[in-house]
């Protein structure tokens, strides 16, 4: 030890000397008298001596100290410890801040616990249960007993268990307790400063402590600490929310950040149920957005001499641009900016990723770079709020959101968009753009289809959400559109653009202002002729520029004022390029650009979505967009191509295939449009869509590959219309088919066949013969195309194609067609299998529709002919075992065969083949190309397997094993084999399990799609004979649905809008029922319609009271609505004079003169 400095002497000394006194349980009065004389006396030297010792040497000692302090903590008088305790808690924490200790989970718990004892002897029993505010020794002896603490903490953070964290994390919520209330801000005035920010400085470390926990073990901790967690954060939140006026110094900045940076540590992760604590969290978080700006009337970027109007094109006011001298410090020329300052910033922010930058050799302003960190935190919290459960945040969008004046900068109202727009730091502002992003993404964007837009007119005491909604939408437009007009940070401006296209997503424009979209477009389309001066990636900027533009273009409903923006464009001759500016002629010039590819790309994308949604504006824009696609495909491969990263010349040719695909899906959507393409022809003639009590309800099913005419709705293509569209077909087949159909990318080709998927049968028959026949051939070849996604596509165009009535002419084309499904039926790829079930259930249904057409010109061969549906069906029963896409299509196949087949055998279940032939009664007749045929398809065999059975089978396990499109499609292929006249259903021993299956359907499925369909199919037998057994089961379940209709439960909201067609549907079923009831002399069944006589007689009169309701459009003509209410009168009259034959059969006179009179009531 002599060898020792002097320092290190003391300290053993004191500690040797200490360790040797207390080893006989002296007095607690002696054991404060000697941590008084030997070691708190010199506790700076001994402070001093410890970076010279081992630290295992100091660990021990300390460890020494905090047991001796525990014993004398749990003396009842205790007050005397008090002094003696600050001076050991300043020891301690000098000791811990010099030393590097190597705590292990032993020593961490003797620390802890002592800690906690000392603390308890210092704040509670220092003021007899009272906080200890006006001893400022006390309170720093606190700050330096967490302190120490924490800096344990570090040092043991490997060895800490859960329960230890834990174990600490209740501690320091129990110390922040003793701190919380009133008594945070009770002596703030001058002369109690120094105390209150002591009390902020206390704090200030416990949410640190707090934080640094939840950082490093916050997903291990349990559900009760953390709800705990946040109580307590929430009390605080509360307190700090009670002032008016956050205070702005130093001390409670640091307080302020480390409050709110806790509590995002423990938002991040959130455990437990948060909807009771958001709403409160919420109103204390939004006054720290004006946090350190209220006082500082140049803090904020004010935005002035705008427009009111979305989309203004208005310039900022004129910026200063000029190298002289300002007031100021002295700026190196190195350091001077000889550019525009931001438009948005009078005062410079911070652009660096440190908090606080070099300002241009400014003195940097501490103070406001904390308010900024505070202002920051807060933000952050929110969007931790808004993430943790944002359909339940969607009510706090009136707190944080503007609902007018977006521009106008107000110190005591600022809101997340403001933030955006004024604030002067960057970072700030780069959250609160995250922040609206995170409020419009998810779940929010549902919300927000209830809103609407009702003008500037004030409003009442209450307003709707759905209003104060709209409102807030149309400010977000407006400083959003402001933001990327003005602003030349690239960061911001990019945000800028990804606020813009969920807003584009989000908003319904339909129940908004109707030239808000319009303003939007034309807004960003002056942005993009502007050219991004202040931006050094133009092209990255006019990228993010185009795809908005794209989402602008593709919302729907389409909107009347952007077609009749795009419309003005071309009629003032933009288009064609005498004036270079406008939507349109934008789109067409950044397309050509091949040496920026990617501009080209996000071009085309914009314009496809205009060819979708606005199909009469690229139809008058054929000639432009055809001439831009044939320079495309002519340019050469050395185009000049600018990439930023690689070489190598794969990439060049792989971005090159992009432009070239995205030209191609132009043209595909062009065609589509030009051609009037609504979807696959419609063969159906489904006789249940004629009954008047259904044929209002019929749902036009929505084609997403379809062009939008909701603008134009035209009833028919004129043949006027068709021979420009076959000209425009002829030039594409003749000058840019030939090209892409052989291109060696596979998406080329695919974009290429898929245009085949676009064409109508109105356009086909005015082709040239031999475009037909190049059409028919590539879609051929391309089904056996090496590539998957190749013959996917050629699968979706045959199955197009396979609807128009002309195929038919020719056998050949029918069995190339019929052999390249089946082989791509058979592919080992879902993706291929589903489009080939579709084409195949296409053609049996235009074969059930067409069969006339087979015989067109020419003499099919039996033989020939039953291959051909023999290898459909086998086909379709193969596929019926696939998964569910596909089993919908094999089932909808097996059910369009089974409507036109004649069985010559009625045996129900035979060992010999089924003779079959195709009905031609119900051929559908097609225009100049299809006349009747007296003779029907040549009777065929289908093989040594009862096709019969086998489809009857697959029918009822799809049911039990397939979703809800698989059930849907089972009933309507019910309904197709009960329309067939050859089967008697009667004898079918299957019959009475096919229509338990429908009841069952009917009356437990929770789709209301599929009982649509249930009971549609139930109403097609047209006799008593074809029901057999079933008709008692039959009626009675229809009608107990029928009954119990209004009471019943929906399951889901979707099958709202489905709920008067069902009850439409079940009325007409009924009536039909009902109607059949005379020829039934049944005994159970007259009972059964006795019982239900007083239910049946109110039903009906419903309806007779209803029947001039016929819910038509305004539009129908007169003759039409008349003509419906006569066939609701007749079948009324039909089914109560059933009903009465039944009553009077059965000897229940009184009953048939009740209906007797209700029959009255209708003549």
Request: with cysteine; proline share 3%.
């Given at each position: 030890m002599s060898s020792?400095p002097?320092?290190?002497?003391?300290?053993?000394?004191?500690?040797l000397?200490?360790?040797?006194?207390?080893?006989?349980?002296?007095?607690?009065?002696?054991?404060?008298?000697?941590?008084?004389?030997?070691?708190?006396?010199?506790?700076?030297?001994?402070?001093?001596?410890?970076?010279?010792?081992?630290?295992?040497?100091?660990?021990?000692?300390?460890?020494?100290?905090?047991?001796?302090?525990?014993?004398?903590?749990y003396?009842?008088?205790?007050?005397?410890?008090?002094?003696?305790f600050?001076?050991?808690?300043h020891?301690?924490?000098g000791?811990?801040?010099?030393?590097?200790l190597?705590?292990?989970?032993?020593s961490?718990?003797?620390?802890?616990?002592?800690?906690?004892?000392i603390?308890?002897?210092?704040?509670?029993?220092?003021?007899?249960?009272?906080l200890?505010?006006?001893?400022?020794a006390?309170i720093?002896a606190?700050?330096?007993?967490l302190?120490?603490?924490?800096?344990?903490?570090?040092?043991?953070?490997?060895?800490?268990?859960?329960?230890?964290?834990?174990?600490?994390?209740k501690?320091?919520l129990?110390?922040?307790?003793?701190?919380?209330?009133?008594?945070?801000?009770?002596?703030?005035?001058s002369?109690?400063?120094?105390?209150?920010?002591?009390?902020?400085e206390?704090?200030?470390?416990?949410?640190?402590?707090?934080?640094?926990?939840?950082?490093?073990?916050?997903?291990?901790?349990?559900?009760?600490?953390?709800?705990?967690?946040?109580?307590?954060l929430?009390?605080?939140?509360?307190?700090?929310?009670?002032?008016?006026?956050?205070?702005?110094?130093?001390?409670?900045?640091?307080?302020?950040?480390?409050?709110l940076?806790?509590?995002?540590?423990?938002?991040?992760e959130?455990?437990?149920?948060?909807a009771?604590?958001?709403?409160?969290?919420?109103?204390?978080?939004?006054?720290?957005l004006?946090?350190?700006?209220?006082?500082?009337?140049?803090?904020?970027?004010?935005?002035?001499?705008?427009?009111?109007?979305?989309?203004?094109t208005?310039?900022n006011?004129?910026?200063e641009?000029?190298?002289r001298?300002?007031?100021?410090?002295?700026?190196?020329?190195?350091?001077?900016?000889?550019?525009?300052?931001n438009?948005?910033?009078k005062?410079?922010?911070?652009?660096?990723?440190?908090?606080?930058?070099?300002n241009?050799?400014?003195?940097?302003?501490?103070?406001?770079?904390?308010?900024?960190?505070?202002?920051?935190?807060?933000?952050?919290?929110?969007?931790?709020?808004?993430?943790?459960?944002?359909k339940?945040?969607?009510?706090?969008?009136?707190?944080?959101?503007?609902?007018?004046?977006?521009?106008q900068?107000?110190?005591?109202?600022?809101?997340?968009?403001?933030?955006?727009?004024?604030?002067?730091h960057?970072?700030?502002?780069?959250?609160a753009?995250?922040?609206?992003?995170a409020?419009?993404?998810?779940?929010?964007?549902?919300?927000?289809?209830?809103?609407?837009y009702?003008?500037?007119?004030?409003?009442?005491?209450?307003?709707?959400?759905?209003?104060?909604?709209?409102?807030?939408?149309?400010?977000l437009?407006?400083?959003?559109?402001?933001?990327?007009?003005?602003?030349?940070?690239?960061?911001?401006?990019?945000?800028?653009?990804?606020?813009?296209?969920?807003?584009?997503?989000s908003?319904?424009?339909?129940?908004?202002?109707?030239?808000?979209?319009?303003?939007?477009i034309?807004?960003?389309?002056?942005?993009?002729?502007e050219?991004?001066?202040f931006?050094?990636?133009?092209?990255?900027?006019?990228?993010?520029?185009?795809n908005?533009?794209?989402i602008?273009?593709?919302?729907?409903?389409?909107?009347?004022?952007?077609n009749?923006?795009?419309?003005?464009?071309?009629?003032?001759?933009?288009?064609e390029?005498?004036?270079?500016?406008?939507?349109?002629?934008?789109?067409?010039?950044?397309?050509?650009?091949?040496?920026?590819?990617?501009?080209s790309?996000?071009?085309?994308?914009?314009?496809?979505?205009?060819?979708h949604?606005?199909?009469?504006?690229?139809?008058?824009?054929?000639?432009?967009?055809?001439?831009?696609i044939?320079?495309?495909?002519?340019?050469?491969?050395?185009?000049?191509?600018?990439l930023?990263?690689?070489?190598?010349?794969?990439?060049?040719?792989?971005?090159?295939?992009?432009?070239?695909?995205?030209?191609?899906?132009?043209?595909?959507?062009?065609l589509?449009?030009?051609?009037?393409?609504?979807?696959?022809?419609?063969?159906?003639?489904?006789k249940?869509?004629?009954?008047?009590?259904t044929?209002?309800?019929?749902?036009?099913?929505a084609?997403?590959?379809?062009?939008?005419?909701?603008?134009e709705?035209?009833?028919?293509?004129?043949?006027?219309?068709?021979?420009?569209?076959?000209?425009r077909?002829?030039?594409?087949?003749?000058?840019h088919?030939?090209?892409?159909?052989?291109?060696?990318?596979?998406?080329?080709?695919?974009?290429?066949?898929?245009?085949f998927?676009?064409?109508?049968?109105?356009?086909?028959?005015?082709?040239?013969?031999?475009?037909?026949?190049?059409?028919?051939?590539s879609?051929?070849?391309?089904?056996v195309?090496?590539?998957?996604?190749?013959?996917?596509?050629?699968?979706?165009?045959?199955?197009?194609?396979?609807?128009?009535?002309?195929?038919?002419?020719?056998?050949e084309?029918?069995?190339?067609f019929?052999h390249?499904?089946?082989?791509?039926?058979?592919?080992?790829l879902?993706?291929?299998?589903?489009?080939?079930?579709w084409a195949?259930?296409?053609?049996?249904?235009s074969?059930?529709?067409?069969?006339d057409?087979?015989?067109?010109?020419?003499?099919?061969?039996?033989?020939k002919s039953?291959?051909?549906?023999?290898l459909?069906v086998?086909?379709?029963?193969?596929?019926?075992?696939?998964?569910?896409?596909?089993?919908a299509?094999?089932?909808?196949?097996l059910?369009?065969?089974?409507?036109?087949?004649?069985?010559?055998?009625?045996q129900?279940?035979?060992?010999?083949p089924?003779?079959?032939?195709?009905?031609?009664?119900?051929?559908?007749?097609?225009?100049?190309?299809?006349?009747?045929?007296s003779?029907?398809?040549?009777?065929?065999s289908?093989?040594?397997?009862?096709?019969?059975?086998?489809?009857?089978?697959?029918?009822?396990s799809?049911v039990?094993?397939?979703?809800?499109?698989?059930?849907?499609?089972?009933?309507?292929?019910l309904?197709?084999?009960?329309?067939?006249?050859?089967?008697?259903?009667?004898?079918?021993?299957?019959?009475?399990?096919?229509?338990?299956?429908?009841?069952?359907?009917?009356?437990?499925?929770?789709?209301?799609?599929?009982?649509?369909?249930?009971?549609?199919?139930?109403?097609v037998?047209?006799?008593?004979?074809?029901?057999?057994?079933?008709?008692?089961?039959?009626?009675?379940?229809?009608?107990?649905?029928v009954?119990n209709?209004?009471?019943?439960?929906?399951?889901?909201?979707?099958?709202?809008?489905?709920?008067?067609a069902?009850?439409?549907?079940?009325?007409?079923?009924?009536?039909?029922?009902?109607?059949?009831?005379?020829?039934?002399?049944?005994?159970?069944?007259?009972?059964?319609?006795?019982?239900?006589?007083?239910?049946?007689?109110?039903w009906?009169k419903?309806?007779?009271?209803?029947?001039?309701?016929?819910?038509?459009?305004?539009?129908?003509?007169?003759?039409v609505?008349?003509s419906?209410?006569?066939?609701?009168?007749?079948?009324l009259?039909?089914?109560?004079?059933?009903?009465?034959?039944?009553?009077?059969?059965?000897?229940?006179?009184?009953l048939?003169q009740?209906?007797?009179?209700?029959?009255?009531?209708?003549?």
């Open positions: 020792a002097a320092p290190a002497r003391s300290w053993r000394t004191a500690f000397t200490l360790r040797d006194e207390s080893l006989g349980s002296p007095p607690r009065a002696t054991v404060l008298r000697l941590l008084s004389q030997l070691v708190l006396s010199q506790s700076d030297s001994l402070i001093a001596a410890a970076p010279e010792l081992p630290p295992d040497e100091v660990l021990s000692d300390l460890m020494l100290l905090m047991e001796l302090a525990r014993s004398i903590s003396s009842e008088c205790a007050e005397d410890a008090i002094q003696p600050t001076k050991l808690s020891l301690i924490h000791v811990t801040h010099c030393s590097f190597k705590l292990n989970s032993a961490w718990v003797v620390f802890l616990d002592s800690f906690k004892r603390l308890h002897v210092l704040i509670v029993k220092s003021k007899g249960e009272c200890p505010i006006g001893n400022a006390v720093k606190t700050k330096q007993c302190e120490s603490l924490r800096r344990l903490f570090v040092l043991c953070q490997t060895a800490a268990s859960m329960s230890e964290n834990e174990q600490l994390l501690f320091t129990q110390v922040v307790g003793y701190f919380q209330g009133e008594s945070i801000y009770s002596f703030y005035p002369e109690n400063h120094t105390i209150f920010g002591g009390v902020c206390v704090l200030t470390v416990a949410f640190s402590m707090i934080g640094e926990v939840y950082l490093r073990a916050g997903s291990s901790l349990s559900v009760d600490i953390s709800q705990s967690t946040i109580e307590v929430r009390k605080v939140m509360d307190v700090v929310a009670s002032q008016n006026l956050l205070l702005e110094d130093n001390i409670i900045a640091m307080f302020y950040i480390e409050l940076h806790c509590l995002h540590l423990v938002l991040t959130p455990k437990g149920y948060l009771e604590h958001v709403a409160g969290l919420v109103a204390a978080l939004r006054i720290f004006r946090y350190g700006l209220v006082n500082k009337s140049h803090g904020m970027n004010q935005a002035t001499n705008h427009t009111k109007e979305v989309g203004s208005s310039q006011p004129q910026v641009v000029s190298n001298p300002r007031n100021g410090p002295y700026r190196p020329p190195h350091l001077r900016k000889n550019i525009v300052e438009r948005l910033c005062d410079e922010f911070i652009s660096s990723d440190s908090d606080s930058s070099d241009d050799g400014t003195m940097v302003d501490t103070r406001g770079v904390k308010f900024a960190k505070a202002r920051l935190a807060a933000i952050l919290c929110i969007q931790d709020l808004c993430r943790a459960d944002p339940l945040f969607t009510a706090q969008w009136t707190m944080l959101l503007p609902s007018n004046d977006v521009l900068h107000r110190k005591y109202d600022i809101t997340l968009m403001s933030c955006l727009l004024f604030d002067p960057l970072k700030v502002r780069i959250a753009g995250s922040t609206i992003m409020l419009l993404n998810g779940p929010a964007s549902v919300s927000l289809q209830v809103a609407e009702r003008g500037q007119s004030k409003c009442g005491s209450f307003t709707a959400l759905s209003v104060s909604l709209g409102h807030i939408l149309m400010q437009h407006l400083g959003t559109l402001y933001l990327i007009k003005h602003e030349t940070n690239s960061r911001l401006l990019a945000l800028a653009f990804k606020i813009l296209t969920l807003l584009l997503s908003t319904p424009y339909s129940r908004m202002s109707g030239d808000l979209l319009s303003k939007v034309s807004s960003v389309q002056v942005t993009i002729d050219g991004f001066p931006q050094s990636d133009r092209n990255s900027s006019l990228a993010d520029a185009l908005c533009l794209t602008a273009l593709s919302v729907s409903p389409s909107s009347t004022c952007v009749d923006m795009l419309l003005g464009e071309i009629s003032t001759g933009s288009v390029g005498q004036q270079r500016s406008g939507v349109l002629n934008s789109l067409f010039r950044y397309s050509e650009q091949l040496s920026s590819p990617l501009i790309i996000e071009a085309f994308q914009a314009l496809k979505a205009v060819a949604n606005y199909p009469k504006v690229m139809t008058l824009c054929w000639e432009r967009v055809s001439y831009i044939a320079g495309v495909l002519s340019s050469s491969s050395d185009v000049p191509v600018r930023w990263r690689g070489d190598v010349e794969n990439a060049v040719a792989q971005i090159k295939e992009r432009v070239i695909t995205a030209a191609v899906k132009v043209l595909d959507e062009c589509r449009a030009i051609s009037g393409f609504k979807g696959t022809e419609d063969l159906s003639n489904d249940f869509l004629d009954s008047p009590f044929s209002g309800y019929v749902k036009t099913k084609i997403s590959s379809a062009p939008s005419y909701s603008l709705s035209p009833a028919s293509i004129k043949d006027d219309s068709c021979h420009l569209a076959s000209q077909w002829v030039e594409a087949t003749t000058k088919m030939p090209i892409i159909i052989k291109h060696s990318s596979a998406t080329v080709r695919a974009a290429s066949v898929t245009c998927a676009g064409m109508t049968s109105s356009v086909f028959v005015f082709l040239p013969k031999d475009r037909q026949e190049f059409i028919i051939n879609s051929i070849n391309a089904a195309d090496e590539v998957p996604s190749v013959r996917s596509a050629a699968c979706r165009a045959i199955g197009v194609i396979a609807c128009f009535p002309e195929i038919y002419h020719s056998t084309v029918l069995e190339k019929i390249a499904v089946d082989q791509n039926a058979h592919n080992s879902v993706s291929v299998r589903i489009p080939a079930s195949l259930a296409n053609i049996c249904d074969l059930s529709h067409c069969m057409a087979l015989h067109a010109g020419s003499s099919i061969e039996s033989r039953s291959e051909l549906i023999s459909l086998g086909s379709a029963l193969r596929l019926a075992r696939d998964n569910d896409k596909v089993k299509n094999a089932v909808r196949a059910g369009n065969l089974s409507k036109s087949v004649q069985f010559t055998s009625q129900p279940v035979t060992d010999n089924v003779d079959f032939k195709i009905e031609n009664n119900r051929a559908k007749e097609s225009k100049g190309h299809m006349k009747e045929m003779d029907s398809f040549p009777s065929a289908l093989g040594g397997f009862d096709w019969l059975g086998q489809m009857v089978h697959t029918f009822l799809c039990t094993t397939g979703n809800v499109k698989v059930q849907w499609n089972v009933c309507h292929a309904s197709n084999l009960f329309y067939n006249k050859t089967l008697k259903l009667q004898d079918m021993d299957w019959a009475s399990s096919v229509f338990s299956i429908l009841l069952l359907l009917l009356r437990d499925s929770s789709n209301f799609k599929i009982r649509i369909q249930a009971a549609a199919a139930l109403a037998p047209e006799t008593i004979n074809d029901y057999g057994k079933s008709y008692y089961d039959v009626i009675k379940s229809v009608e107990h649905v009954e209709f209004k009471s019943d439960q929906m399951s889901e909201p979707s099958n709202f809008k489905y709920r008067i069902l009850e439409k549907q079940l009325t007409s079923t009924m009536l039909h029922l009902l109607g059949l009831a005379a020829r039934c002399d049944h005994h159970a069944i007259q009972e059964f319609l006795v019982k239900k006589a007083s239910f049946i007689e109110v009906i419903d309806l007779c009271s209803s029947i001039g309701d016929t819910s038509q459009s305004v539009n129908e003509a007169t003759h609505v008349s419906i209410t006569d066939k609701k009168k007749d079948v009259l039909g089914t109560i004079q059933s009903l009465i034959e039944v009553y009077e059969n059965s000897n229940h006179r009184v048939a009740r209906f007797n009179r209700l029959a009255s009531t209708l003549l």
